[in-house]
Structures are given as structure tokens and as C-alpha cells.
């Protein structure tokens, strides 16, 4: 170790100089409160166990975090976790996970960033970064070339995201920076801030740029020159040339539209929440698909590192509503709790809504839950005191309620908490109008359709999530990549729509495993990749003898290793519940009369318990443990 021009520099280990591991050996840690930079040396057994991404994180967590700290305690960890074929040559794998322990749920916080940091981080030399204590003024991390320096941020402080990736390139003369920051939601400690990528990619969920924030970190910059390598290249030809043959054909839907050309699809069949979940349908949900925002909304389209779909949408507006084209555009998650969630179908409104949400640092699924459930309780009567009251429809409340937000104004500092807690403030059998998972706002896949997908909300380490997850309609047809996927392990498909069946927790069982190895990888969950696909990326990278039962015993260590960081933080089988709107049904739309019952959930559980080898209690067994490598 020595220091060069500010940075403290380390040593690179040879094999990646040349070019023949896919990762450095080293995790750089660095402590804010002392100003002391080090790095973690790992070697091959550490990378095949624990891969990286959401592996890594819950590493770290369990190893070095104390029981039940505050999440903005200066002891919690910032966490960016690449995957160990993140920045490789192979399409799909431009992502990283951010986590640390969530404001939010009290729980695991592991969310998932496209863009380019990830692989830039893999090039300047290391394969996480994990940050713990709290500077005493605001400052970043700049990173480069296998060295790293804390830098005072007084100047950014306060800056929205374009404006302090702009300042951070200029002053260290590069615009090929790039930045995972957070803007005046986390200096704010919203505790739904997101973590901003490349100012448009969002590791939104679970509130970890209010972390961040609490520390007074702005943002981690970072330059590379190095190259990711590869021990087999020839192995890892395999999966690149079959993804490069077929992803014309089979992610044309992403190709084409992105997640946006979903929504009115979506919508009727009954998976959008609408007016907080309580209504079945919404007159004008066309104005919100592709095939309308497309003609005059959608500037352009752009991408993430090693992938050629270009599925992230560019929007601009000149007019009384302008809209910036440098925070990207809608997706369908974010269109979903913006727009129908809110009961809006303007699409201006809509836009201007994610523009705010990337520049000010706020995830959209929350925070489109959260003024959904404030003005479902402003027109139950259930809050009366403030002057700024806003109502479903009304985009021009959602983006004053965004503004109130971020800076804690009025009403705003209620909702700042997300809805959880502006229930538990409210009182009045507010509750009953809450659509969360662990106190985190439900994604827009609607569980009284999607019955497994809602008991993967509610046993999810991370609150709703609808990625690491089995989701019902894409198992209904036998082309799926989950279909596929269940084939290769000789399950029958396709899945039965309606209910939780044995079937189905056993095929959720292997999809979640799946889905747990891609957030650790880390590898874009919209390419179809089989699990032979994955065992060759795997052996090309690492060099090893991976085979399709170790990519789900990698998956299931995690998920297993995730229960013991809930069940350490005070969890318990009763908290694997969903929130009481998500059982009460719509009377009119394509599912109207139609949920799971409490009961229903509970059975499906007890039956998820035993196929994973844990108790009744929801504590995994011994011998599950043993079995994972996990039993210290």
C-alpha cells in the first residue's frame, strides 16, 4: 500500500493484470469516521461461495454488523457489491447491488443498479466497496486504478443529482467518471432515498441513500483502466455466442417498448395496483403505454454496460411542464405507483413525477405508495390538519407531494417515513388501507392475482420485492425463461395461474435460488438465460466445475443466509405477512372478487418453511446449515 497524489494505492494481484480472473481478490473498505482505507483480500473459495452482489452483502452484514443496530447508526455498512461477472464480456451483466441495513424495514437492504458503475468499479481494481462511520462534514469517495481518497463534498452538499455528477467529472477533469450518489432525499434521510447511478439508474429500494446520507457521503465516484478477465475464454464463447444469436428474438418486447410497452397490458389483466389497490381499473391507462408516450414523449433510448437491448427510455418535454432528458424516462414500476397507484393518467404529470424522483434521489415504487396511501387517507378524512392535502387524480399534488417530501415541508415529514409509519402516526385503522411487505410499499404486481408473488413479498428478507421472486403470469406459458428454467430441473410446466400448490412452492423454491444467484452474479434478470447458460459463464469466468445444482445451492445459501440476518435483527415467522389491503378484493375489474385469505397465505408458508428445511417457527434447520456452509 502506499499513497500517490492523494490516493492511498494498492497492489493488484497478477492474474488479473492479466487478464485471467474475472475478479481482483479485493473488497476496499474505508472507515469515514477515521478516514482509514484498507482492503479485504479474497481468494477463489470466498468468490464461488458467495459470488458477490446480495451474496457479499449479507457477508458482510452478519460478519461485522452488531445485532439490531439503528440503520443510521455510523456503524451500519454501505455496501456496493458488482458480481463476479460484472464488467465481463458477457451481455446482460452491467449491474451491481448497493445494501446495508434498511431505514426503511428494519431489515435486509439489497437493491440492484443498471448503467455502467458497476463494471467501472471491477476496472478501477476492486470488487466491492464497503464503507462504515460517518465523516464529520460531507464528502466522496473517489476511486482509481487500484487506489481510493476521501474528498470533501461541502460544494455538493445540497446539489441535485445532475447538477453534482457535473461538479465531480469537472473537478477531476473527466466526464468518463462515473458517480452512484444521492441527492437532497438522502442528505434529507428520506428513508426511501435511492442511491443514483449514472443519474438515471436508481438502486432504489429499501432507503439506502438515506444511509448514505447519515454517514455525509455524497457519492463514490470511480475510474478504471483495467480490464475484467476471464480463466476460460473459450467457455465463456458459449453463453455470449447464444445470447447474441437469439435476444432479437427473445427480448423483442424490450427491445421494442422497454417495460413501458407493459403497462396498459398490465392493467388489464388485472396486475396494476390502482387508487392505492383499491379500485380493479382506470379509465385512461392508454395515455400511459408506449404506444401513446412514444409518439411525443420518448426522446430517445439508452443502455446499460455490455448489453445491446437499449430498453432505458429517454424523456423530454419543452413547455409550461419541461422535462430533463438526462434523468432518463419512466419504467413500468415507476409509471405503475406515479400514475394508476395515484389514480393519474397524464403522462406529462407522470414523466415530470420520475424526473423529481431521479434528481432529488427517491425510489419511485415508494414513493408512489406513500402518497397513494396519504391520499387515500385525505379522502377517508383520516388526516385534516395541514393546509397541502393531496387527492387521487391530481397530478399537480403528486408533484407538489414529492417536493414536500424531499425536504421534509408540512405534510411532507409524515410521509417522509413511507406509509408504514404514517399509518402507525395516523392511527384511526389506517392500517387497514396499507399495501406494504416488512413495511416496505408493494410493487405493482398485484398479489391477489400473482398469489406466489405475494407470498414471496411477504417471506422476502428485503420487504415486496417482485424481482427475487417467482412471478405467476410469466410461468403460465411454456416459452417463458422460467418455464425453460423449471424444464432443465424435469418440473412439468407451465404453472397453474391462481393459487400456491405444492407444484408451485416447488417451483418457487428453484426460481427465487435462481433468481437470488443473478442478484449476486450480477446479471440483468430480463435476459433469458437457462441455468446451462449460467454454468458455462460461470466455469469461463472462474475457471471452475460448476454445475446447475451449485448455481441453486449458491442461491439458496443466500436466501438462507438472509433469514439469519432477519432473524438476528429481531424477525420472526408472524412478520412474513402481507398488509391488510392486499386481502381485501377489488369489486369490479378483471379480478375483482378475487384474493388469497390470510389463512390461505399462512398454509402456503408452512409448506415453503418445510421445503426449505425450516422449522415451523421459520428458523432454518441445522443440518440446512451445515449442508450450506453456513452453520457458523
Same mark, same amino acid.
Given at each position: ?37 484498507? /482492503? ?37 455498512? /454501505? ?50 466497496? +464497503? ?55 438522502? $442528505? ?14 436508481? #438502486? ?83 395515455? @400511459? ?25 429517454? #424523456? ?38 420520475? $424526473? =423529481? ?20 387517507? +385525505? ?26 417530501? /424531499? ?84 418440473? $412439468? ?7 400456491? *400448490? ?15 444467484? @443473478?442478484? *449476486?452474479? /450480477? ?14 459463464? @460461470? ?8 454445475? =446447475? ?75 440446512? =446449515? ?7
Amino acid at each position: 500500500m502506499k499513497t500517490n497524489q492523494g490516493l492511498t494505492q494498492f497492489e493488484m494481484r497478477p492474474d488479473f493484470l492479466a487478464g485471467n480472473s474475472p475478479y481482483t481478490g479485493k473488497v476496499l473498505r474505508v472507515n469515514l469516521s477515521s478516514g482509514k482505507i484498507w /482492503v479485504d483480500e479474497h481468494g477463489d473459495e470466498f468468490y464461488r461461495k458467495w459470488i458477490g452482489g446480495r451474496g457479499l452483502i449479507v457477508y458482510y452484514l452478519l460478519k461485522e454488523t452488531a445485532p439490531q443496530i439503528d440503520p443510521f447508526d455510523e456503524e451500519n455498512l /454501505v455496501i456496493f457489491a458488482p458480481g463476479i461477472l460484472t464488467g465481463t464480456v458477457l451481455p446482460g451483466t452491467g449491474r451491481h447491488a448497493v445494501g446495508g441495513k434498511s431505514p426503511l424495514t428494519n431489515a435486509l437492504a439489497s437493491g440492484e443498479a443498471g448503467g455502467w458503475w458497476g463494471a467501472e468499479c471491477k476496472k478501477a481494481g476492486f470488487d466491492a466497496v +464497503v464503507i462504515q462511520g460517518k465523516a464529520e462534514k460531507p464528502v466522496y469517495l473517489w476511486i482509481k486504478d487500484g487506489g481510493a481518497e476521501i474528498r470533501d463534498a461541502s460544494h455538493l452538499w445540497g446539489l441535485k443529482t445532475g447538477e453534482c455528477q457535473e461538479e465531480i467529472q469537472k473537478e477531476l477533469d473527466d466526464t468518463k467518471i462515473r458517480v452512484a450518489q444521492i441527492g437532497p432525499a438522502g $442528505e434529507n434521510l428520506i428513508r426511501f432515498a435511492a442511491v443514483m447511478h449514472d443519474i438515471n439508474r436508481a #438502486a432504489g429500494r429499501s432507503g439506502m441513500g438515506a444511509v448514505m446520507g447519515s454517514k455525509n457521503l455524497k457519492a463514490v465516484a470511480v475510474r478504471g483502466k483495467f480490464n475484467v478477465g476471464l480463466a476460460d475464454k473459450e467457455m465463456m464463447k458459449i453463453t455470449q455466442k447464444w445470447i447474441n444469436s437469439n435476444y432479437k428474438d427473445m427480448m423483442g418486447w424490450a427491445i421494442k417498448y422497454g417495460t413501458s410497452g407493459s403497462v396498459k397490458g398490465n392493467h388489464d389483466a388485472g396486475v396494476t395496483g390502482i387508487r392505492n389497490y383499491q379500485d380493479g381499473s382506470m379509465e385512461g391507462i392508454e395515455k @400511459l403505454d408506449a404506444t401513446s408516450i412514444f409518439t411525443w414523449l420518448i426522446k430517445d433510448r439508452d443502455t446499460c454496460s455490455r448489453c445491446a437491448v437499449r430498453c432505458k427510455l429517454v #424523456a423530454e418535454h419543452i413547455g409550461d411542464v419541461t422535462i430533463d432528458p438526462r434523468y432518463g424516462g419512466p419504467e413500468y414500476e415507476s409509471i405503475g405507483g406515479l400514475g394508476p397507484m395515484c389514480g393519474i393518467n397524464d403522462a406529462l404529470a407522470v414523466g415530470k413525477a420520475n $424526473e =423529481l424522483c431521479a434528481a432529488y434521489g427517491l425510489d419511485t415504487i415508494s414513493t408512489g405508495g406513500t402518497v397513494a396511501f396519504t391520499m387515500d387517507c +385525505v379522502e377517508n378524512g383520516l388526516i385534516k390538519e395541514f393546509d397541502f392535502l393531496p387527492k387521487f387524480s391530481d397530478g399537480a399534488a403528486l408533484l407538489e407531494s414529492i417536493e414536500k417530501i /424531499v425536504y421534509r415541508k408540512d405534510l411532507g415529514e409524515w410521509m417522509a417515513e413511507g406509509s408504514a409509519r404514517l399509518a402507525a402516526r395516523i392511527g384511526q385503522g389506517s392500517d387497514q388501507m396499507l399495501a406494504v411487505a416488512r413495511g416496505q410499499e408493494l410493487p405493482y404486481h398485484d398479489p391477489r392475482l400473482k398469489n406466489a408473488i405475494g407470498m414471496g413479498y411477504a417471506v422476502s428478507a428485503t420487504g415486496a420485492d417482485h424481482m427475487a421472486n417467482l412471478n405467476d403470469t410469466f410461468a403460465t406459458w411454456d416459452g417463458s425463461d422460467i418455464c425453460v428454467r423449471l424444464r432443465e430441473l424435469g418440473m $412439468e410446466t407451465p404453472l397453474k395461474l391462481w393459487g400456491i *400448490s405444492d407444484h408451485k412452492i416447488e417451483a418457487f423454491f428453484y426460481e427465487t435460488a435462481f433468481k437470488n444467484f @443473478l442478484d *449476486s452474479a /450480477v446479471i440483468c434478470h430480463f435476459y433469458p438465460y437457462e441455468y446451462q447458460h449460467m454454468v458455462d459463464a @460461470l466455469n469461463g469466468a472462474g475457471g471452475w466445475d460448476v454445475d =446447475l445444482h451449485e448455481i441453486n445451492t449458491i442461491g439458496e445459501r443466500i436466501i438462507n443466509a438472509a433469514r439469519l440476518y432477519l432473524l438476528r435483527e429481531g424477525f420472526t415467522a408472524e412478520d412474513d405477512m402481507l398488509s391488510a389491503r392486499a386481502f381485501q378484493p377489488t369489486k369490479e375489474g378483471p379480478i375483482a372478487d378475487k384474493a388469497m385469505t390470510i389463512d390461505q397465505l399462512q398454509d402456503a408458508l408452512k409448506r415453503y418453511y418445510r421445503r426449505m428445511g425450516w422449522g415451523e417457527d421459520g428458523v432454518p434447520m441445522g443440518e440446512v =446449515l451445515i449442508r450450506l456452509g453456513l452453520e457458523k
